[in-house]
């Protein structure tokens, strides 16, 4: 027992419960709170962030923190108290290397530049986000610029970027994205290219008819429960974009959206969110709670839903015990439908404009494109006058699309707005993290066996027992050296996504 530890608690107990409550404001701004309720709702959680601010960057917090990381009494520590001790330093080291009145400055530009951005892609206008977003990379510079001076400056040029990866990925660096986007370059752009020209051979017309909402949320209900979202811990509701906040592990609030003309995209937001769910679902009862009682990364987050989603949620074998009530609640849509038509059109690729309308092929290109110009940005390569025009050329270079909107280019996505940089790698990164886990259960178990039998009960536990019990305990390279006996490694995911389309489209 460590008495210092102990003395730590009371401190990360009130910022964990700050944490929740800010938690639950978030998710209830998006789906249920009244449309005249954020002026003041914006009032407490001001002043909700300034507590939880002051509850972890204090003295009393520093003095402890700086004792417990000496040699001596950090190995006294339990395994848990080391890994609540170094999350608790990345957590401090952020927050208190930026001078506080420009961290307020910070929040209500990004604030502001928000609702900015969603105006000028309503309008398609870039130029009047333009002063706002260089704004936000200047911020974002700054800020990491007082990491790195806290951290012993360094030369590298891609530095700025690295503080910023770190936020969401700290397991790997620029040099390692570098490696994984160039194996995805070389190995994948070929593959797309020979889809494409078979794009009429899945015909997925069906999907565009009329499919009530009441019965797409009762199918979309039961396919939660299903793959394993416990209804009893976790509540589902409704907003612009599906998405899956947790307060703890026994409260998953999650959210998803339902389009008349469109079947598919709700069954796979449902599969999805419900894999990010299952996750905080299954931390461990003393880790909830805890600085540690969370996801281990973005990327390992976001391994665990594409997992659910595209390696479960989009095979045959996961179809064939259900798809038959899936086509009682549509009678009259799926009424000609094979099932091996519906598992066809359910993993169509096509080259498109929209990342979260893409396919499991065409998706890590997506991802490449944001990399690189993120990457050059902040490597002052270019500016972000350049961006729009950027985007288009890498547009046409990796997926062959000509010149469109800058609503469909460069302003389609909120994470810039708001200062995300260095967040969409983990998307990718997570797409490959699921298919390493893939090929390794199955030397494990009889994978497509269980899901042909409805079985996904066991590939809940098993998953639940090797990751996510842990919560941040161990980051996303020990994860996968303690399961599957090696770090990251990319090409399982490039082997997957050939095997999967070469069979798919007849390509051998
Ligand atoms: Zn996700």
Known sequence: MSELFDQLIPMLERSAALTAALALFEWDAETLAPEEASD????????????????????????????????????QLTLEQKAVIKQ???????????????????????????SVWAKARENN??????????????????????????????????????VLLSDFEPSLSTKELDDFFELIKEELVPLIQEVAEKKDEIDDAFNSQSFDIQKQREFNTF???????????????????????????????????????????????????SGHAIYEMQIRDDLTLTMIGAGASMAVHESQSRFYENIIGKSKEFWKPIYNQLVENFPEQLKDV???????????????YIRT??????????????????????????????????????YTKYLGLKEDTD?????????????????????????AVAAQLYYFMKTQMQFEELLEDGNLAQIKKYLGEHIHQYGMIYDMNELLQNVTGEKFNPSYYVKYLKEKYTKLYGLD
């Open 88 to 114: 608790l330093r990345r957590t401090y080291d952020q927050l208190a290397s930026i001078p506080g009145r420009e961290y307020s400055e910070f929040c209500e530009l990004a604030n502001k530049s928000s």
């Open 223 to 273: 396919l939660a429960d299903y793959v394993g979202f416990e209804k009893e811990k976790g509540v589902i509701a409704e907003s612009a974009h599906p998405f899956t906040t947790n307060l703890h592990n026994k409260d998953v609030r999650m959210t998803n959206h339902y389009y008349e003309n469109n079947l598919i995209t709700a069954l796979f937001s449902t599969i999805h969110e």
């Open 125 to 162: 206008d870039f130029k009047s986000f333009e002063p706002y977003l260089e704004k936000v990379v200047e911020y974002k510079k700054k800020f990491a610029g007082y990491r790195l001076k806290a951290e012993g400056q360094k030369e590298d040029p891609d530095a700025i970027y690295n």
């Open 357 to 394: 309308d893409a396919d499991e092929l065409t998706y890590p290109m997506h991802i490449l494109i944001r990399y690189e110009l993120e990457r050059a940005l902040f490597r002052d390569e270019i500016t972000v006058k350049d961006l729009p025009q950027e985007w288009k050329k890498k």
């Open 338 to 352: 094979e099932l091996d038509q519906f598992v066809k059109a359910i993993n169509k690729s096509l080259p498109g």
């Open 407 to 431: 609503t469909k280019g460069v302003l389609q996505d909120t994470h810039w707005s708001g200062g995300d940089f260095g967040y969409f790698p983990t998307y990718a990164i997570g797409s």
């Open 40 to 75: 003041n709702t914006g009032k407490i959680i001001g002043i909700l962030s300034n507590d939880y601010f002051h509850s972890l960057i204090n003295p009393e917090v520093k003095l402890l923190l700086k004792k417990l990381e000496e040699p001596d009494h950090n190995k």
